[in-house]
Protein backbone atom coordinates (compact mmCIF):
# COMPACT_ATOMS: atom_id res chain seq x y z
CA UNK A 1 0.00 0.00 0.00
CA UNK A 2 1.42 3.17 -0.72
CA UNK A 3 2.54 6.14 1.35
CA UNK A 4 -0.87 8.08 0.10
CA UNK A 5 -3.22 5.15 0.45
CA UNK A 6 -1.74 4.79 3.98
CA UNK A 7 -2.83 8.28 5.08
CA UNK A 8 -6.19 8.07 3.21
CA UNK A 9 -7.28 5.16 5.06
CA UNK A 10 -5.61 6.78 8.25
CA UNK A 11 -7.89 9.96 7.63
CA UNK A 12 -11.06 7.65 7.02
CA UNK A 13 -10.43 6.06 10.35
CA UNK A 14 -10.56 8.85 12.23
CA UNK A 15 -13.46 10.32 10.67
CA UNK A 16 -15.61 6.60 10.73
CA UNK A 17 -14.25 7.07 14.69
CA UNK A 18 -17.35 7.86 16.70
CA UNK A 19 -17.65 10.64 19.43
CA UNK A 20 -18.92 9.62 22.59
CA UNK A 21 -21.32 11.30 24.42
CA UNK A 22 -21.86 10.69 27.92
CA UNK A 23 -25.56 12.19 29.12
CA UNK A 24 -28.51 11.41 30.79
CA UNK A 25 -30.62 10.01 27.50
CA UNK A 26 -32.27 6.63 27.23
CA UNK A 27 -33.66 4.51 25.29
CA UNK A 28 -36.98 2.58 25.40
CA UNK A 29 -37.79 -1.04 24.18
CA UNK A 30 -37.81 -0.09 20.29
CA UNK A 31 -34.51 1.70 21.18
CA UNK A 32 -35.96 4.77 20.40
CA UNK A 33 -34.91 8.09 22.74
CA UNK A 34 -37.34 7.92 25.96
CA UNK A 35 -38.86 11.60 25.91
CA UNK A 36 -38.65 12.62 29.62
CA UNK A 37 -36.02 15.37 29.78
CA UNK A 38 -36.02 17.39 26.73
CA UNK A 39 -32.93 19.32 28.30
CA UNK A 40 -30.97 16.22 28.16
CA UNK A 41 -32.53 14.53 25.14
CA UNK A 42 -30.43 17.28 22.96
CA UNK A 43 -27.47 16.13 23.75
CA UNK A 44 -28.79 12.83 21.23
CA UNK A 45 -30.86 14.96 18.79
CA UNK A 46 -28.99 18.21 18.76
CA UNK A 47 -25.42 17.06 18.75
CA UNK A 48 -26.03 14.10 16.35
CA UNK A 49 -26.99 16.67 13.50
CA UNK A 50 -24.04 18.86 13.86
CA UNK A 51 -21.24 16.99 14.98
CA UNK A 52 -19.06 16.10 11.80
CA UNK A 53 -18.05 12.13 13.10
CA UNK A 54 -20.98 9.73 13.67
CA UNK A 55 -22.27 9.92 17.75
CA UNK A 56 -22.89 7.64 20.11
CA UNK A 57 -23.71 7.59 23.82
CA UNK A 58 -22.11 6.06 25.87
CA UNK A 59 -24.73 4.27 27.98
CA UNK A 60 -25.64 2.72 25.07
CA UNK A 61 -21.84 1.72 24.25
CA UNK A 62 -21.10 -1.50 27.12
CA UNK A 63 -17.81 -1.81 25.58
CA UNK A 64 -16.77 1.91 25.52
CA UNK A 65 -17.79 2.43 29.24
CA UNK A 66 -16.13 -0.62 30.45
CA UNK A 67 -12.66 0.16 28.87
CA UNK A 68 -13.50 3.92 30.08
CA UNK A 69 -13.18 5.80 26.18
CA UNK A 70 -12.95 9.24 25.93
CA UNK A 71 -16.21 10.56 26.33
CA UNK A 72 -18.24 14.32 26.04
CA UNK A 73 -19.78 16.00 29.05
CA UNK A 74 -21.66 18.88 26.79
CA UNK A 75 -25.19 20.14 27.71
CA UNK A 76 -26.84 19.78 31.20
CA UNK A 77 -25.12 19.52 35.05
CA UNK A 78 -23.50 16.93 34.68
CA UNK A 79 -19.63 17.14 35.64
CA UNK A 80 -20.26 15.87 39.41
CA UNK A 81 -22.84 13.52 38.36
CA UNK A 82 -21.62 10.95 35.46
CA UNK A 83 -18.04 12.32 35.68
CA UNK A 84 -15.66 9.25 34.36
CA UNK A 85 -11.27 9.23 34.62
CA UNK A 86 -11.83 9.88 31.11
CA UNK A 87 -14.21 12.58 30.02
CA UNK A 88 -13.56 15.74 28.63
CA UNK A 89 -15.81 18.79 28.81
CA UNK A 90 -16.89 21.08 26.67
CA UNK A 91 -20.08 23.32 27.89
CA UNK A 92 -21.31 21.27 30.90
CA UNK A 93 -21.79 22.58 34.19
CA UNK A 94 -21.52 21.90 37.79
CA UNK A 95 -25.17 21.16 39.82
CA UNK A 96 -23.96 21.60 42.95
CA UNK A 97 -21.07 24.16 44.34
CA UNK A 98 -21.38 23.07 47.56
CA UNK A 99 -20.28 19.36 47.27
CA UNK A 100 -16.47 18.25 46.24
CA UNK A 101 -16.08 16.42 43.29
CA UNK A 102 -16.35 12.99 43.49
CA UNK A 103 -14.22 12.15 40.11
CA UNK A 104 -12.79 14.98 38.13
CA UNK A 105 -12.56 15.22 34.21
CA UNK A 106 -9.51 14.48 32.46
CA UNK A 107 -9.29 17.89 30.16
CA UNK A 108 -12.09 21.09 30.16
CA UNK A 109 -12.28 22.81 26.75
CA UNK A 110 -15.38 25.06 28.30
CA UNK A 111 -18.16 25.14 30.56
CA UNK A 112 -21.50 26.59 31.31
CA UNK A 113 -20.49 29.54 33.78
CA UNK A 114 -18.40 31.40 36.00
CA UNK A 115 -19.33 29.53 39.00
CA UNK A 116 -18.79 26.08 37.26
CA UNK A 117 -15.07 27.14 36.68
CA UNK A 118 -14.63 28.73 39.69
CA UNK A 119 -15.61 25.23 41.79
CA UNK A 120 -13.22 23.05 38.94
CA UNK A 121 -9.98 25.94 40.26
CA UNK A 122 -10.96 25.33 43.82
CA UNK A 123 -10.48 21.28 43.34
CA UNK A 124 -7.72 21.68 40.97
CA UNK A 125 -8.66 21.19 37.85
CA UNK A 126 -7.67 23.34 35.09
CA UNK A 127 -10.33 25.13 33.09
CA UNK A 128 -10.27 27.86 30.39
CA UNK A 129 -12.26 31.03 31.11
CA UNK A 130 -14.26 30.00 28.25
CA UNK A 131 -18.43 29.81 28.83
CA UNK A 132 -21.53 28.59 27.36
CA UNK A 133 -24.19 26.13 27.51
CA UNK A 134 -24.11 24.73 23.83
CA UNK A 135 -27.55 24.28 23.40
CA UNK A 136 -27.30 28.09 23.00
CA UNK A 137 -25.99 26.83 19.52
CA UNK A 138 -29.47 26.05 18.43
CA UNK A 139 -29.92 28.87 16.55
CA UNK A 140 -26.94 28.97 14.71
CA UNK A 141 -28.12 25.60 12.99
CA UNK A 142 -32.13 26.31 13.42
CA UNK A 143 -34.69 29.27 12.85
CA UNK A 144 -38.22 28.97 12.89
CA UNK A 145 -40.47 31.22 11.33
CA UNK A 146 -42.85 31.08 13.62
CA UNK A 147 -45.58 34.29 14.62
CA UNK A 148 -46.76 34.91 18.62
CA UNK A 149 -49.91 33.29 19.67
CA UNK A 150 -49.29 33.36 22.99
CA UNK A 151 -48.87 36.02 25.56
CA UNK A 152 -47.13 33.34 28.29
CA UNK A 153 -45.57 30.16 27.43
CA UNK A 154 -45.16 27.77 30.87
CA UNK A 155 -42.14 25.47 30.91
CA UNK A 156 -41.73 23.63 34.69
CA UNK A 157 -39.07 21.52 35.36
CA UNK A 158 -39.77 17.59 35.09
CA UNK A 159 -40.31 17.18 38.28
CA UNK A 160 -43.05 19.93 38.71
CA UNK A 161 -45.07 19.33 35.47
CA UNK A 162 -47.98 18.07 37.95
CA UNK A 163 -47.81 21.13 39.72
CA UNK A 164 -48.51 22.97 36.26
CA UNK A 165 -50.96 21.48 35.41
CA UNK A 166 -52.75 22.70 38.36
CA UNK A 167 -52.24 25.88 38.09
CA UNK A 168 -54.71 28.71 37.57
CA UNK A 169 -54.83 32.56 36.90
CA UNK A 170 -57.30 34.81 37.86
CA UNK A 171 -59.08 32.08 39.47
CA UNK A 172 -59.63 30.12 36.09
CA UNK A 173 -57.62 26.76 34.88
CA UNK A 174 -54.78 27.69 32.52
CA UNK A 175 -55.45 25.04 30.28
CA UNK A 176 -58.44 26.85 30.04
CA UNK A 177 -57.04 30.26 28.87
CA UNK A 178 -56.44 30.72 25.36
CA UNK A 179 -53.31 33.32 25.76
CA UNK A 180 -51.38 30.91 27.69
CA UNK A 181 -48.93 27.48 26.24
CA UNK A 182 -48.04 24.75 28.46
CA UNK A 183 -44.33 23.60 27.17
CA UNK A 184 -44.12 19.82 28.37
CA UNK A 185 -40.07 18.79 28.33
CA UNK A 186 -41.23 15.33 28.27
CA UNK A 187 -43.94 15.30 25.49
CA UNK A 188 -42.67 16.06 22.24
CA UNK A 189 -42.62 14.40 18.73
CA UNK A 190 -39.38 16.32 16.85
CA UNK A 191 -36.94 18.04 19.16
CA UNK A 192 -37.30 20.99 17.21
CA UNK A 193 -41.14 21.01 18.46
CA UNK A 194 -40.26 22.90 21.92
CA UNK A 195 -38.49 25.39 19.86
CA UNK A 196 -40.99 26.15 17.78
CA UNK A 197 -43.48 26.61 20.90
CA UNK A 198 -41.31 28.86 22.64
CA UNK A 199 -41.03 31.03 19.99
CA UNK A 200 -44.68 31.05 19.59
CA UNK A 201 -44.75 32.78 23.12
CA UNK A 202 -44.75 36.39 23.93
CA UNK A 203 -42.84 35.83 27.63
CA UNK A 204 -41.47 32.47 28.77
CA UNK A 205 -42.22 31.65 32.31
CA UNK A 206 -39.65 28.72 33.61
CA UNK A 207 -38.63 26.97 36.14
CA UNK A 208 -36.02 24.80 34.20
CA UNK A 209 -32.85 25.88 33.32
CA UNK A 210 -33.22 24.63 29.65
CA UNK A 211 -36.49 26.81 28.78
CA UNK A 212 -34.59 29.68 29.99
CA UNK A 213 -31.61 29.02 28.12
CA UNK A 214 -33.57 28.40 24.80
CA UNK A 215 -35.82 31.86 25.53
CA UNK A 216 -32.37 33.29 26.14
CA UNK A 217 -31.13 31.76 22.68
CA UNK A 218 -34.32 33.16 20.54
CA UNK A 219 -34.16 36.04 22.14
CA UNK A 220 -37.72 35.98 24.49
CA UNK A 221 -37.88 37.05 27.20
CA UNK A 222 -38.44 35.24 29.85
CA UNK A 223 -39.03 34.93 33.69
CA UNK A 224 -36.97 32.39 36.06
CA UNK A 225 -40.21 31.07 38.28
CA UNK A 226 -39.68 28.18 41.04
CA UNK A 227 -42.25 26.19 42.56
CA UNK A 228 -42.52 25.41 46.48
CA UNK A 229 -38.73 23.98 47.23
CA UNK A 230 -35.62 24.59 45.19
CA UNK A 231 -34.53 22.05 42.96
CA UNK A 232 -30.95 19.61 43.21
CA UNK A 233 -28.47 21.89 43.73
CA UNK A 234 -30.48 24.61 44.69
CA UNK A 235 -29.64 27.75 42.30
CA UNK A 236 -26.14 27.50 41.90
CA UNK A 237 -26.92 26.21 38.14
CA UNK A 238 -28.85 29.00 37.39
CA UNK A 239 -26.59 31.93 38.49
CA UNK A 240 -23.97 29.41 36.83
CA UNK A 241 -25.93 30.14 33.25
CA UNK A 242 -27.10 34.32 33.94
CA UNK A 243 -23.57 34.98 34.69
CA UNK A 244 -22.30 33.26 31.59
CA UNK A 245 -24.75 35.96 29.65
CA UNK A 246 -23.77 38.66 31.54
CA UNK A 247 -27.49 38.97 33.20
CA UNK A 248 -27.08 37.66 36.34
CA UNK A 249 -30.98 37.57 38.31
CA UNK A 250 -31.37 37.60 42.12
CA UNK A 251 -34.21 35.27 42.89
CA UNK A 252 -36.68 33.19 40.94
CA UNK A 253 -40.61 34.29 41.31
CA UNK A 254 -41.98 31.98 43.29
CA UNK A 255 -45.23 30.13 43.24
CA UNK A 256 -46.08 28.63 46.46
CA UNK A 257 -49.82 28.03 46.17
CA UNK A 258 -52.04 27.08 42.35
CA UNK A 259 -52.56 30.61 41.45
CA UNK A 260 -49.66 32.60 39.35
CA UNK A 261 -48.57 35.86 40.68
CA UNK A 262 -49.27 37.97 37.67
CA UNK A 263 -48.19 40.77 39.34
CA UNK A 264 -44.56 39.75 40.37
CA UNK A 265 -44.55 38.16 37.01
CA UNK A 266 -44.94 41.21 34.72
CA UNK A 267 -43.11 42.92 37.08
CA UNK A 268 -39.93 40.97 36.62
CA UNK A 269 -40.54 41.04 32.91
CA UNK A 270 -39.87 44.39 33.06
CA UNK A 271 -36.57 43.53 34.63
CA UNK A 272 -35.63 41.45 31.42
CA UNK A 273 -32.86 42.36 29.45
CA UNK A 274 -31.12 40.14 26.53
CA UNK A 275 -28.07 38.71 27.86
CA UNK A 276 -24.53 38.46 25.85
CA UNK A 277 -22.14 36.13 25.05
CA UNK A 278 -19.35 35.46 22.89
CA UNK A 279 -20.22 31.74 20.82
CA UNK A 280 -17.36 32.21 18.82
CA UNK A 281 -15.61 31.39 20.98
CA UNK A 282 -17.41 28.67 22.47
CA UNK A 283 -17.42 27.26 18.67
CA UNK A 284 -13.42 27.27 18.31
CA UNK A 285 -13.23 25.51 21.63
CA UNK A 286 -14.98 22.46 20.77
CA UNK A 287 -12.58 19.29 20.86
CA UNK A 288 -14.82 18.07 17.77
CA UNK A 289 -15.19 18.95 14.16
CA UNK A 290 -18.94 20.45 13.92
CA UNK A 291 -20.68 21.47 10.38
CA UNK A 292 -20.52 25.01 9.69
CA UNK A 293 -23.30 26.85 11.43
CA UNK A 294 -26.00 27.94 8.89
CA UNK A 295 -27.18 31.49 10.54
CA UNK A 296 -23.95 32.80 12.04
Known amino acids: MGKLAVIVLEHLKLLLRPIIINAFVYFDSEKRVRHENWGDDI ?11 PMVLL ?12 NYLVIGSTIDMICMSNTEVWGAGIIDGSKPLRIKPRKVY ?21 YGDPALLIPLYYQPN ?20 NLRLNGKCISECANIRIINLGQYTHWYDI ?11 SSSLHGLIIAEAYHVPNVWIEFGKPLI ?5 FHDFFMSIHCDREKPVAI ?15 RWRQGSIDLRSLLDACPFKLKEPVYL
Open 256 to 270: RGIEIPLDAINEERT
Open 195 to 205: IDQVCECETIL
Open 233 to 237: GGHFK
Open 110 to 130: AVRGPLTREKLLAEGVECPEI
Open 43 to 53: NYYFLREIIER
Open 146 to 165: KQKYYKYGIISHVSNQTTVS
Open 59 to 70: NRTSLAFRLNLR
